[in-house]
Each structure stands twice: as structure tokens, then as C-alpha cells.
């Protein structure tokens, strides 16, 4: 899509986790920025902090978002997202189609502020699109796995896995002479 020329739009930024280097106060700064520099007036934002972008479930922001946008009650005509990954890592990609869809079809457009296309549906747009998609849920599987397989060698080190010990629990080194059996 070329930048929107409607004038008003809204703003939906997401992080997983408050260590991310894309949190939700840098991606608001990029949004506004690049609000200010196509002449639009922001008038929502929608936000989920500390949310994984797997699913819907739990996403408070986007949920009002799509609620707000299905309802007919957005006040925008536009929304503003700093990346394909920033609205989902969806494992089925066309959910992650799907919701865009269904802001298109309530006459909202949904901008990529920080992608290398324009999200106007012309054919590179569209393929660099589910690219994008197909990548930011593949991602998530492989960075799962990897810390699966990390957790798995800490607990067979003996560490506990899942948050601070038990009350009056704590780890102890201790050193054991085992002599070896005698043949």
C-alpha cells in the first residue's frame, strides 16, 4: 500500500517480551514518526506487551483492534504496524491474512511502516508478504526448539528449569568421592 492519504489512523504495536530490542515504545516512536511524515492524525493505539504472537489468544490489543474495526466504531482508516512479525507469528499463516483481511474489508488499510514494499496489493507486495509471513512463523518453531533443547541440557546439568526455587529450596554443589568397584 502506497501511505495512506485517509488521514486518521491507529497504531498496534506488540512485543513478546520486555527484552525485545523492537519493544513497544520504539515501534510507537517509528509509527508516530512515519505518521507525521504522511500527514496522519494518530487517534488509537493498540497495544500488546508481553504477548507472543503464536495465536490470538491473550492479545487484548488486537482483539480490540479487530473488535473496534468489525463493529464499524474505528475511527481511522488506516493502520499503522511496524512489521509483519509486529501483527503475528501465526503458525497458519493465513490467519495472520486473514485478520488483515477483514480490516480491508471494513475499508481499513493495514501499513508495514518498516517493510521494504508498499502494502498495495500488487503481486511483489502480496508474495513478499506471505514470505515475510511464512518466515516469522518458521522463526518462532525453530527458536522454540532451541529452547527446548537448551532447558533440556540445563536440567540434565541438575539445574531446576522454570523459575525461582521453591520456598526454603536452593541449589547446593556438593562434592562426592565415589570409589570405583573392584574387580
Known sequence: ???PTF???ALYVRASTEHQNYSTGHQESAL???ATQHDLE???VYRDEGRSGL???GRRGLLALL???QSGEAPYSAVLVYDVSRWGRFQDVDESAYYEYACRRAGISVAYCAEPFENDGSPLATLLKGLKRAMAAEYSRELSGKV???QC???AAGFKQGGSAGYGLRRASIAIEVESPRF
Open 1 to 3: 500500500m502506497s501511505a
Open 7 to 9: 488521514g486518521v489512523a
Open 32 to 34: 508516530r514518526e512515519y
Open 42 to 44: 494518530v487517534v488509537a
Open 55 to 57: 495465536t490470538l489468544d
Open 67 to 69: 473488535n473496534d474495526v
Open 148 to 150: 527446548f533443547r537448551a
Open 153 to 155: 541440557r540445563l536440567t
